[in-house]
């Protein structure tokens, strides 16, 4: 496309979350996959359903144009299903790996669909979307593939209200907090940090019986008890945190919020902010390091409010004065406001979907390849089935012994039926 | 009120099974909505939102204690239709 064509096309700013995406320098790949049972259906039968369901989707349509300084996106044309929906023969595994470090590539809009043959997690094949953060959220996959279900559910009503705008004084307090100094996961043995992948399957009667923790209480969600397997998978491989590089820095876990409200359920883009957790590494026992983060997740959607209502306006705002503005607080960001790992549990609600009639039995999520020092994990849930994704930034082949390791965690929650009293 | 209080287990029951995406044999009064049905907080918000629309009361405010089984939230239903005074929203996060 030439240069006049592209000046008659409208270009659209992107949004504070968006840009913040693009130059984290991280590669910024994402993914979903949806896992059937049944005959694999035909490719251009898949097409057909995309062009069906995603072509009425500006955002699906969009092009990064990085041609005329600063980023901005277009929509030149279609997107065009040949090119966007593809076989992926090698499996699902092989995807995630070998997407998860590689952006796509510029020209086109960053999503591709592929259909993956081959029994994998208790399916006979799977749909996988993958796109770059920029372009879509979690939530954006997760409501892009629903569309793709033989009968779409209606959108949930279960967006959050509208938050109420919160005080200064709140937004200053989490200032604060956003801005403490947080440390990386530390390598051992020392040497390059390799970008990994595992995936592993949760019995569902472990999971059953760890909601169930700390006895004598509500439970725990799928949420909760990730974020605190995840401090007990840090602490078994890594041990306690005054043996770590900078014994005196907290440890955090990035907490995905979806900001959509009843009135933007199904938006697409990243309408979405991140908290910081401390993590409970030095909390002994999985019963208490569970509480300590259900007491600290408490806290999540109020200041996620702040976010919403305070600090992305403002930064919005300060961005207006010029791009060096997003680039120093991103490159703050990459130094100080640190966090170890990021944790999202997915659950797809329903459990009777079907494509062209084949069940859907899992879903497996692709967290983000984040900074060396660093890991992500993404519970998804799909009726009974349960799936964890691990992508790790540290040594080759970590993400499948702290998979292990936040599975072993469930098992102890699982086993646990006297736990120590509050 | 007995009658009430059958008539909103009759409706929030499937309610239940199908915000939560659980048999609807497994919505039993003491289950307990986290715990027991998996519930998570977006589960949790769009109850409240159904049964806003289904009951015609505000299950949400301030108060997250002291509900956590469905049989409690059918109990709170019944008693703000009754006009009971300073009820707030049942469930934990």
């Known amino acids: ?422 | 009120m007995e009658a009430e209080h059958g008539d909103v287990w009759e409706a929030l029951r499937p309610l239940c099974a199908r915000v939560m995406s659980v048999p609807a044999e497994t919505v039993v009064p003491h289950a307990r909505l986290v715990a027991d049905l998996g519930a998570d907080s977006l589960d949790i918000t769009e109850l409240e939102v159904a049964s806003e629309e289904m009951f015609g009361v505000s299950l949400r405010g301030t108060d997250k204690s002291g509900v956590s089984t469905v049989g409690d939230v059918a109990d709170l239903i019944v008693r703000l239709r009754a006009g009971a005074p300073g009820l707030h929203s049942p469930v934990g996060r």
Not at chain 1, 33 to 45: H, K, L, N, T, Y
Request: net charge positive; glycine share 10%.
């Open chain 1, 1 to 422: 496309m030439g240069k006049s064509a592209l000046l008659k096309i409208p270009r659209t700013r992107l949004s504070y979350a968006d840009e913040m995406l693009l130059i984290n320098g991280c590669p910024g790949v994402i993914g979903l996959a949806a896992v059937f049972s049944g005959e694999r259906p035909a490719p251009d039968r898949v097409r057909a359903r995309v062009a069906e369901r995603w072509s009425g989707l500006e955002r699906m349509h969009q092009v990064l144009d990085r041609t005329t300084g600063g980023a901005r996106w277009t929509v030149p044309g279609p997107f065009d299903p040949e090119a966007h929906v593809a076989v992926e023969p090698a499996g699902l595994d092989e995807l995630w790996a070998a997407s998860v470090d590689r952006p796509l590539p510029g020209g086109l809009p960053p999503w591709r669909l592929y259909v993956v043959p081959g029994a994998a997690y208790g399916g006979d094949f799977a749909l996988a979307l993958v796109a770059q953060h920029t372009l879509l959220d979690g939530r954006s996959l997760a409501t892009l593939m629903r569309t793709l279900v033989d009968e779409p559910a209606a959108a949930r009503a279960a967006a959050r209200p509208a938050p109420v705008r919160p005080g200064l004084r709140a937004a200053g307090r989490e200032l604060r907090t956003m801005t403490a100094v947080g440390q990386s996961v530390p390598l051992r043995p020392p040497g390059e940090a390799r970008a990994s992948v595992a995936v592993r399957e949760l019995d569902v009667d472990t999971v059953r019986s760890a909601r169930r923790q700390p006895a004598g209480g509500r439970g725990a969600t799928l949420n909760e008890l990730l974020v605190a397997a995840v401090a007990g998978a840090l602490r078994a491989r890594y041990g306690p945190v005054r043996d770590w590089r900078a014994r005196d820095e907290p440890v955090y876990t990035a907490v995905p919020c979806d900001l959509r409200t009843r009135t933007n359920t199904t938006e697409l883009g990243n309408t979405v902010t991140v908290v910081r957790v401390p993590l409970p590494v030095d909390v002994d026992g999985p019963v208490d390091r569970l509480r300590a983060c259900q007491a600290a997740l408490a806290t999540v959607p109020d200041r996620a409010a702040v976010h919403a209502g305070v600090l992305f306006p403002a930064a919005e705002a300060v961005r207006r004065t010029g791009p060096w503005v997003t680039r120093l607080l991103t490159g703050r960001g990459r130094h100080t406001c640190f966090a170890a790992t990021a944790t999202t549990a997915l659950k797809w609600p329903g459990a009777a979907d079907t494509f062209d009639g084949r069940r859907l039995v899992r879903t497996v999520g692709l967290p983000p390849l984040q900074r060396p020092g660093t890991a992500s994990f993404a519970l998804a849930q799909v009726g009974d089935a349960f799936t964890l994704t691990v992508v790790s930034h540290l040594r080759p082949d970590d993400a499948g012994r702290l998979a292990d390791a936040v599975v072993t965690e469930f098992g102890t929650w699982a086993r646990t039926t006297t736990p120590s009293a509050p």
